[in-house]
């Protein structure tokens, strides 16, 4: 694949800590995008090195310009007041990326659902799902003004199968289905939206749970993170985006069709035999 310039370009990514949403913004950040990354992890109250910070750091140093945003996705006021600080300093955006969903800390695997604390509903289902459409709400606007614009929803095998609990496949088929029922009301405005499912990815939390032993994971066929944020720039250089607007994608679909490359084959690659 040839390398993608998206100079110019205005992003938001939330939940860009760590994890997937870090790579999304990275993989960005190669395109040279301006991303707006958001979290509550701040260098300014815990001392972690998974900061909002940190991933803007990340994200010039891969060409791109990261700018950390301290935002509480629970939070409605927050949450606008951060659109309205992209709309002052950049007067548009082009993407956002809806990643910030919340796992119950400890994680709940397996068992009933009546078994596990009701709780859960709210975490996955508030935070997570809730947090998408309030963050899409207040991001509309601006591409509707502009008659353009991407919204991708990371969701996961989740929305179409079982996976840890009965609450998670609840909020992962919503997501789905709200990039469905979203791209049909953007459509006349020429913005697109989508569902995007990662697979396997070489995340904190999945590795830590392999290393407990909860989770089996292949090192050699797994996703790096990065992966995610290289597909969905390729789908926002699409000039033909319209066409997959409403579409439930998997990044390795994505990454086939555009020919996209994993980072972590690519350094393998380069390695001497």
């Not at 960005?28 to 301006?34: P, Y």
């Not at 991933?55 to 891969?62: D, E, G, H, N």
């Not at 679909?253 to 001497?272: L, M």
Request: charged share 20%.
């Amino acid at each position: 694949m040839t390398t993608i310039s998206l100079n110019g370009r205005i992003a938001v990514v939330t939940g860009a800590s760590r994890g997937i949403g870090k790579g999304i913004a990275e993989g960005l950040g190669e395109a040279g995008v301006t991303v707006y990354v958001t979290g509550r992890s701040s260098e300014s109250d815990t001392t972690s090195p998974l900061t909002i910070e940190a991933t803007a750091r990340s994200v010039s140093a891969f060409g791109g310009h990261g700018i950390a945003c301290r935002v509480d996705h629970c939070s409605d006021a927050e949450v606008e007041a951060l659109f309205a600080r992209v709309e002052k300093e950049q007067g548009r955006l082009d993407i956002l990326v809806n990643n910030a969903y919340q796992i119950p800390d400890p994680p709940v695997l397996g068992g009933g659902f009546w078994e596990h604390p009701l709780s859960i509903w709210d975490v996955q289902c508030g935070v997570g799902l809730r947090g998408y459409y309030s963050a899409a709400y207040y991001a509309a606007p601006l591409m509707v003004a502009a008659r353009s614009g991407l919204i991708v929803n990371i969701s996961s095998r989740g929305g179409r199968e079982y996976v840890f609990s009965a609450s998670y496949g609840v909020g992962k088929a919503g997501v789905d289905r709200m990039a469905k029922d979203m791209a049909l009301e953007l459509r006349a405005y020429n913005v697109a939206a989508l569902s995007l499912s990662p697979s396997k990815v070489k995340t904190e939390f999945i590795l830590d749970m392999v290393a407990k032993g909860q989770m089996q994971l292949d090192p050699a066929t797994a996703q790096s993170v990065r992966l995610s944020g290289r597909c969905i720039a390729a789908l926002a250089a699409d000039p033909a985006i319209m066409q997959r607007s409403g579409q439930i994608l998997t990044v390795a679909e994505v990454a086939s069709h555009y020919g996209v490359i994993d980072p972590d084959r690519e350094i393998a690659a380069k390695k001497p035999a």
